[in-house]
Structures are given as C-alpha cells and as structure tokens.
C-alpha cells in the first residue's frame, strides 16, 4: 500500500477548490509559513477584536473561510454536501473558545445536542463532538484531577459538568450519533478522562457512541489505553478512542518546568510517532473491543494504518475505523483516502467570527511549529496550480 503513494494526487486532493480558492490557499499557508508574520497576526487581531473595528469581512474573506465551514450549522451545509459527495464525512466543531461563564456551558450543551439531532438525519455527519471545556472551568478539571476538595459552590458547577456531559452522552446513544470528547491540556485531562469513561460504561454497552482522546506525545497514554481495556473488558463495555499526537507541548513543557514536575511529553518527535503508531495497532488488534478515530495529519501513520487494516483482513469500510482531519488541512490525505472508500471525516469548526478567532490562532500557531507541515501544503498547492496550467 504504501509503495502507490496515494496521497500525492492533487487532483482527487483538491477535486473541491476552484482556482481562486487554489490561490488563496497557497497565499494563506505562505503567509503561516513566517512565524513573525502569524505573531504580529495575533497581535493585530486581538487589537483588533478588543477594539471593535469592523474585521469580521476581512477574517472571514481569508483565514475563517479557509479553516471554517461557516458561522452556525446551517451555513456549513454548502461544505458538508460538497465534501460527501466526494466521500468525506463532517463532525461539526462549535470552535468557541475561552469562556467561563455557566449560561455559555450550558449554551454550548445546547449546540451539540442540537448536532446530534442535525446528525441523526443527515448522513453526512455520522459524528458529533465536543469540548470540555465548553461545558465547564478548567480551573474545575484541574482541581478535581488533582484531588483537591470543592468548595460547596464548585461541587454544584461540578455537578453541571457532569449533568452536561451525560445530557450528550445519552442523546448520542439514542441517535445512534458517535460523539468525540476532546482532549485538554495534561493538568486538566486526568479528570476528563475518569468522567469520559463514566460515560463510555454507562453508554457503550453495545458498542462504542463515546469517544474519549488520546493525546500520544504524552509518554504514558500506552499504559492509560492498556489499563482502560482491562476495565471495560472486566465490565463488558465497549472503548472508543480518536488518537492524535497533541496540540499543547509548549505549554506542557514550560508548566512542568516552571512547577518542577517532569514533562509528560515524549522525549523526541520520533518517539511521539512511535507512540502513536503503537497505540493504532493496538486498538487494530482489539478492534472487537475498541473503535478508532485516527485524527493525523501525518501521512507515514496513515500509510502504517492502511497496511495493518490490510493485514488484518479489516474492510476499509469497516465503521470501527475512521480517519480525520481538519478542515483546510491535509486535503490530500483525506479525499485521496475517501476516493478509495475508506471512512473519513474532516473536522469543520463554525461559530461566529470573532469568537473563533482563538482557535484560528492557535491553528496558525501549530501550522508555523509543525515541522514540514506547511512546507507540504504549499508544495501539493504548487504541483496541482502547476497541473492545471497544463489541462
């Protein structure tokens, strides 16, 4: 399989972009490529935005069209039946980020169950996803990961997360909607993890609806994943897990200095991929027990999973394996994979422009420290401008 390198068609890769959209692309991951220039970006932004000048048309004209699929559900339509008429499934991501206050929990409970009951009828978004902390305090996670005790006013916010959660959990399962959990930053996830497979034992009794995340440059995901099937084997419940090597290492690696802990991070990037590529082939080897979302953008993992599902005799439409990634990213590994028939879904954030504006920096951020990332993007850009000169 991995001898056909068939990640490197650009015309099933970027079947879905005209010309102009070609173009804007390339200018926009050119742009990304200068870390200084996304530095001053997120300065001039966050001015910006403070400051109430009118940039929505600006943002919306260049980076939020790219990465978003638009500024609620029903303006998303366009791009879900665009892509799945290429096989390419969405998860709609309501990508608001940094709140804290509990009418915005609650209002973002509101818009993910409204996903899966948008999901329930629509076959092109199989899945649904949420956040945790779009439905609580990260100063709750990190304070219940740790053991500390509530006071009597955080036991109720407490309370909520956890009504939350089992509000989607249990719709979720009704419809039949897969629901991902994404993941958090190391001093938080220890209490999303315990709350996630709460739900994975009280929901996934037939199969897996839940789905916690596995950030796998943390060194001990492998023996978390381990002990975590030994749990739900000994209780008879499924496991669902979307794999992905992580989003937060220099955050990660500063706090732990700064606080005199060692790093939860691998030691080398070498050392993630090894991570992450064993946690797929464990999940492939138990896959009557676990389900898997690979969430990579990394075209070797994906070859090493096409090869694997391929030995093991799994159908490449098997629902208990899927493939993902962002939108405006990696067109390449996902619509040349979905032309072949295998499960993909592209992750399509929406909310309103300014409040998606952190999460478009922090996309940019990770695009400017991911090492060849942005170099491969704007080379596939190149090949396909370049091809169609000559049609």
């Not at 945790?132 to 955080?154: I, M, Q, V």
């Not at 200095?257 to 797929?280: H, Q, R, V």
Request: aromatic residues 10%; hydrophobic residues 40%; negative net charge.
């Amino acid at each position: 399989m991995s001898k056909e390198r068939i990640f490197d068609n650009t015309e099933i890769a970027f079947s879905l972009k005209s010309n102009s959209e070609l173009n804007r692309a390339y200018l926009l991951f050119k742009m990304i490529s200068y870390e200084p220039l996304v530095k001053v970006g997120k300065t001039l932004s966050n001015f910006a935005i403070k400051a109430n000048l009118p940039v929505d048309s600006v943002i919306r004209a260049t980076v939020f069209d790219h990465f978003c699929g638009g500024i609620n559900e029903k303006d998303c339509l366009p791009v879900i039946d665009a892509m799945f008429e290429k096989g390419v499934s969405s998860v709609l991501d309501f990508s608001v980020e940094g709140k804290e206050e509990e009418s915005f929990f609650d209002a973002a409970m509101d818009k993910t169950l409204e996903i899966i009951k948008f999901s329930e009828n629509k076959e092109a978004m199989p899945i649904a996803v949420f956040k945790p902390t779009g439905f609580g305090k990260p100063s709750l996670y990190t304070k219940k990961g740790e053991g500390k005790p509530f006071t009597a006013e955080e036991q109720v916010q407490w309370n909520r997360v956890v009504a939350r959660y089992d509000k989607v959990c249990k719709l979720a399962k009704e419809k039949d909607v897969e629901l991902l959990i994404d993941a958090e930053e190391s001093w938080m996830q220890q209490a999303v993890d315990d709350l996630v497979s709460e739900m994975m034992q009280k929901y996934n009794t037939e199969k897996a609806i839940v789905y916690n995340t596995l950030q796998m440059y943390r060194h001990d995901r492998m023996a978390f994943l381990m002990q975590e099937h030994d749990h739900a084997k000994a209780n008879g419940y499924y496991l669902g897990y979307k794999i992905v090597r992580g989003a937060y290492m220099e955050k990660e690696n500063e706090r732990a200095l700064k606080m005199g802990y060692p790093t939860p991070i691998c030691e080398s990037k070498a050392a993630t991929d090894d991570n992450f590529n064993a946690s797929a082939k464990y999940i492939l080897d138990h896959l009557d027990t676990i389900s898997l979302f690979a969430g990579t953008h990394n075209e070797e993992s994906s070859y090493l999973i096409l090869e694997m599902m391929e030995e093991k005799g799994i159908s490449i439409n098997d629902n208990r394996v899927w493939f993902g990634q962002l939108y405006g990213m990696s067109d390449h590994i996902s619509f040349n994979l979905a032309n072949l028939g295998y499960n993909v879904a592209k992750y399509v954030p929406f909310g309103p422009v300014k409040d998606v504006l952190p999460y478009l920096i922090r996309r940019a951020e990770e695009n400017t420290s991911v090492a060849g990332q942005t170099g491969r993007e704007l080379m596939l850009l190149t090949k396909e401008k370049n091809r169609r000169k000559l049609v």
